[in-house]
């Protein structure tokens, strides 16, 4: 009896460290709470997020026990894998070869593993044959698109250059990929595109918002060969050749899966702009194509002739001759039935401001087929009379280039858009002025004067100025009507004194001194700069404000005010409210901001408001108050 209970403890202690040492051996298997945010995080985690591989293409190397060998040999799994590629099925280890072809790559491998990521993504997503594509939830088909456009464009990169895009035969980890290409893919019009660039790897610097459009192949911007301008049409004339296109490569294979059983493969790289087309046909199927348009229209406005602008065009007074394109640029060739915007910059400024402008309006989807928008560039501080002469003849001769038959309607529904003394050069557009400014340097018609041909051409465009009659918008924004205050300065007056004239106009009154006009140039040689010119009480400014605004043009007007006081005593910090305020117009919104009030969040959506009311289009009715925004209707 004694025996007995002596010995069971014994064996029951030792049937219990048998267990606890048979659990050492085994796999704890169970769950915990962590949060729904971290798993989204690991079943959603990619090598382009994170620089892991997807939980599918883990699992592929998971359960052929491949996981830790491909940390330490990845091109031995990587050749393994491809080698156990059957033509019917194999999708689960295609897109793991797609993912981590891309993984070896960038951990410097070199281009030719991402080029072969973007050959087994496409195979994953257009199979083709007989082959089962991907179904339409599988949370693998966008990964594996972003895999073929960033594959494509890193495996097409040259080191410390822009894209190689000629054919070729290009070398694979498991063989080789010949591509082709049309020589034709290669045109823009007149131009001839010669470097690629991968704007999904640039950042956007000033624009609020990077607009993407998701779809299939390479987002990249283009320069231009300018070598053919001689040849131009009319519609790209006016397209400066350091415009960058925005484009997509689109590498086409036929059959991929059969393919990838050889050595030899072949494919066709396909150009496409953002102008010419959205979408492309694959396998029976019509996909969009993938734009970066936000990347590309920084990389264009960051170019010397947009930007580059500003204050040399202030102080240097140079601005393009009438015969070349009289200042006006387009950022694309004319499309008819498209209607013109035509944006005009302040003083001190350029084109290159609009940027956050043109970006919400151009990725508007009710815009961008509507409207086509083209900024006029000038030296601000030369007489505003001047520069809205020259604004006034580029539009001509633009509208009878374009469309001599006059048979495009939408050119005929221009809107042109001025801030600040850009407003001034949209008003002399919608004027009739006879010969008011005229009468202020002469008491004798200029027509009894024996002028030059070009002396003569020059006043009669910048001091007579008619209603351009295919301008029907005008939206003024911090545009001041009656001066600004900040012309009164000093400071001001002392920067006047560094500027210079254009040539064209700086010779005038040494070429009517030969003609012994002696009291005329005088007369011309005292213009007024644009910032005497904008001095509150100044004669051109009265003179301008008596001048009625066509009947057939819609106005409107767009008001920065400061701070949260009265809006009536406000300003932006040049320009006050009086001063920028008209009766007459058909809406005014006045928004807290400075005096930049073209980049305000809520001015740019007026805008659009009012460009949608232009073109028909209809609108929701907002609900609620704006916020920072006080509607004058």
């Not at 944006?343 to 350029?350: F, K």
Request: contains cysteine.
């Amino acid at each position: 009896m004694s025996t007995v209970q002596q010995t069971r403890p014994r064996t029951l202690a030792g049937a219990i460290l048998a267990l606890a040492l048979l659990s050492g051996c085994g796999t704890a298997v169970g769950v915990r709470h962590v949060g729904a945010g971290a798993v989204h995080e690991h079943l959603t985690r990619n090598v382009l997020s994170t620089g892991k591989p997807s939980a599918p293409a883990q699992q592929v190397l998971n359960r052929r026990g491949l996981a830790q060998r491909f940390k330490e040999r990845p091109a031995e799994v990587l050749a393994e894998l491809h080698a156990d590629l059957t033509v019917e099925g194999g999708e689960d280890t295609v897109f793991a070869l797609a993912e981590l072809c891309f993984l070896h790559a960038d951990q410097g491998a070199g281009p030719a593993y991402h080029l072969a990521a973007a050959v087994y993504a496409f195979a994953f997503l257009f199979p083709q044959g007989d082959a089962t594509p991907p179904a339409r939830l599988d949370p693998r088909l966008r990964l594996a698109a972003d895999l073929y456009n960033r594959g494509l464009a890193r495996g097409l990169s040259v080191p410390e250059g822009p894209l190689d895009l000629s054919p070729g035969v290009r070398e694979l980890p498991f063989g080789s990929l010949e591509i082709e290409i049309d020589e034709a893919d290669l045109s823009w019009g007149s131009y001839r595109m010669v470097r690629f660039y991968p704007v999904a790897e640039l950042d956007v610097v000033g624009l609020r918002n990077r607009y993407r459009r998701p779809g299939i192949g390479a987002p990249l911007a283009a320069d231009l060969d300018d070598s053919g301008r001689r040849r131009t049409p009319a519609s790209f004339r006016r397209v400066p050749a350091d415009v960058k296109v925005a484009l997509t490569a689109f590498l086409r294979m036929e059959r991929p899966r059969q393919q990838l059983a050889g050595a030899a493969l072949r494919g066709r790289l396909e150009l496409y702009t953002s102008e010419d087309t959205r979408s492309v046909g694959i396998d029976g199927r019509d996909l969009p194509l993938e734009y970066e348009s936000s990347s590309s229209l920084a990389f264009t406005l960051s170019e010397e002739t947009f930007s580059g602008f500003d204050m040399a065009g202030f102080f240097r007074g140079v601005v393009p001759t009438p015969r070349e394109n009289e200042g006006l640029l387009m950022l694309a060739p004319y499309r008819r039935g498209r209607i013109p915007v035509v944006l005009v910059h302040g003083t001190a400024s350029s084109p290159g401001w609009w940027g956050n402008m043109l970006n919400e309006l151009q990725n508007d989807p009710d815009l961008r087929d509507r409207f086509q928008f083209w900024l006029f560039r000038y030296a601000s501080s030369t007489p505003i009379q001047y520069s809205a002469g020259l604004l006034g003849t580029a539009l001509t001769r633009a509208v009878k280039e374009l469309d001599p038959g006059a048979s495009d309607p939408a050119l005929r529904r221009m809107v042109v858009i001025g801030h600040s003394q850009g407003g001034l050069l949209a008003k002399l557009t919608v004027v009739d002025s006879g010969s008011v400014f005229w009468d202020e340097i002469s008491e004798r018609p200029i027509d009894d004067y024996e002028l030059d041909p070009e002396t003569h051409e020059v006043l009669e465009r910048s001091l007579f100025f008619r209603p351009l009659p295919f301008v029907r918008r005008v939206i003024f924004m911090a545009t001041p009507h009656r001066g600004s205050y900040l012309a009164r300065y000093g400071l001001a007056n002392a920067l006047v004194r560094l500027v210079s004239f254009p040539v064209e106009f700086a010779t005038i009154p040494l070429r009517l001194l030969e003609s012994d006009e002696q009291r005329l140039a005088e007369a011309i040689a005292d213009s007024p700069s644009s910032i005497h010119a904008m001095t509150p009480g100044a004669p051109f400014l009265v003179k301008l404000e008596s001048l009625s605004i066509d009947d057939r043009v819609a106005t409107h007007s767009i008001i920065g005010v400061r701070g949260d006081g009265p809006v009536e005593e406000g300003d932006d910090g040049i320009v006050k409210y009086k001063s920028a305020h008209i009766e007459g117009v058909e809406s005014e919104l006045v928004v807290r901001s400075t005096h930049s009030v073209q980049l305000n969040p809520l001015a740019i959506r007026e805008v659009d408001r009012i460009l949608a009311e232009h073109a028909g289009v209809e609108r929701p009715t907002p609900i609620g108050p704006e916020s920072d925004a006080v509607s004058k209707d």
